[in-house]
Every structure is written in C-alpha cells, then in structure tokens.
C-alpha cells in the first residue's frame, strides 16, 4: 500500500487496483477562443492544470498506473445529446455549431479531442461521455471492473461539474477517490475553492483531496505495476 498526505486524512491505496482518471482535458475548454470561451469563460484558470497534470500522467505512466481519459461529447446527429442540454444558457455558439476548432463538443471534431500536453498513449483507455458524470452511458464501469480499480486518482476539468459529478457517480459504486486540488481546474475561483471543501468535508463525504506534489512523492516510491 501506498500513502499521500491529503485532507482530511492520509489516503492510502495500492496502485495495482488504482486508476488515474483525467476528466475532459479537451481542445473545446482549455483552448483560447474555444467553447468555453464562447461561453465567457477565462480560460487561463482552467489552463494552469496542465503542467501539474501532465507532471502526474508521467508519474502514473511510470508507476503502471493504469490511465483513463475521458471526453464529454456528442454524435455528429446529436442523437446523444438531450434538447436541454443543447437549449441551455445563452451562448454564443451552440453544442454542434460551427466553431473555431470545428463543430463543437461533437466527436471527431479537432476540438472535441484532447489537448496535446496530456494526449492518450496507444493502449489508454478514453471514454467518450455524452453527460457531466463519466459513469453515465459509458463503458467506464465496465472498464474499472476489467481492470479490478478499486481506487481513482481523479484530475481534470471542470471541478464543480464533470469532476464533481463523476466522483460522486463513483462513490455510489463503491470507488475510493483522491481528487489532485492543482490538477483539477474550474473557471470561477470560488468554485474552486468551495468545490474542493465539499468533497473532503464530513470526513470525505466524497472523497480526500491533495496536492500534485505529494501524489507525485507517493507514485514516485511505487514500483512499476505488473500486469
Ligand atoms: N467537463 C465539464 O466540466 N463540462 C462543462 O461543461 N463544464 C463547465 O464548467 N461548463
């Protein structure tokens, strides 16, 4: 077994049945003038996850992690996408509309793709989600389960939505998750912050949070996992 420093308490895990789930690090949020752009967003703050991030993915690559990445997106007939989701807010471009990156958030598209920083290896898992949470009408449970995951080191954007979502989508299954705070990213600081608390809070109601760096210590001690 392993052990990070985290809050509320030190997490521990064996990295033989432990996943890192990188949620939705894709073209359409992260870059300048993408979706999220479009949606006011600045991207800036989502964009400091990504030397942290990338400094993880290494670790976990080095260790045998097993990797997960995950993209929110739909079917060029939208046929995925429920008529709420394509009606709400009011931004300036739409889900399936033309975009710099080409249409956006549909699968296949440039900017549906993940960014080259964290780009999938050959042989890494990436799910492709049509919802906020990775569980719903995706294949990762299915996945988890071949793998035997007990554990999920989970990053990516943004924290009050798809991470939070997919950590609480794993905690109802039974999933001990350890959310990485530098490596998760939200476009309101408040959010940030709050969203954190949240899921460490009520002695990990959700799940334990910590830093990069100490995963990083910890992953760095792991021996690489054999299949
Ligand atoms: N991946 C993800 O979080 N999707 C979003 O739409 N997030 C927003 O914060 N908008």
């Known amino acids: 077994m392993t052990e990070i420093p985290a809050t509320p308490s030190p997490f521990t895990f064996d990295p033989a049945t432990t996943a890192l789930v990188i949620i939705d690090m894709q073209r359409d949020f992260l870059l300048p003038g993408g979706f999220g752009e479009s949606l006011g967003n600045d991207v800036a703050l989502l964009r400091t996850v990504i030397e942290p991030l990338a400094g993880v993915l290494a670790c976990a690559r080095a260790a045998g992690i097993t990797v997960i990445h995950t993209r929110e997106g739909h079917l060029p007939d939208l046929s995925d996408c429920p008529p709420s989701k394509l009606r709400r807010g009011n931004p300036a471009q739409r889900i399936g509309d033309p975009g710099r990156f080409g249409r956006i958030l549909i699968r296949g598209e440039y900017g549906h793709d993940i960014i080259d920083e ?14 906020k949470g990775a569980f ?36 109802d299954r039974g999933y001990e998750c350890l959310v990485v705070a530098d490596c998760v990213g939200s476009y309101f600081p408040e959010f940030q912050r709050v969203g954190l608390s949240m899921i460490s809070a009520q002695g990990a109601i959700f799940g334990w949070v910590a830093d990069s760096a100490d995963v990083i210590a910890a992953l760095g001690t792991t021996a690489p996992v054999t299949a």
Request: aromatic share 2%.
């Open 118 to 131: 964290l780009a999938p290896l050959a042989g890494e898992t990436v799910i492709d989600k049509p919802g």
């Open 136 to 171: 719903y009408a995706t294949e990762l449970a299915t996945v988890l389960r071949q793998h035997s995951i007990a554990t999920l080191l989970v990053a990516g954007v943004t924290t009050e939505v798809c991470v939070h979502t997919t950590v609480r989508e794993a905690n």
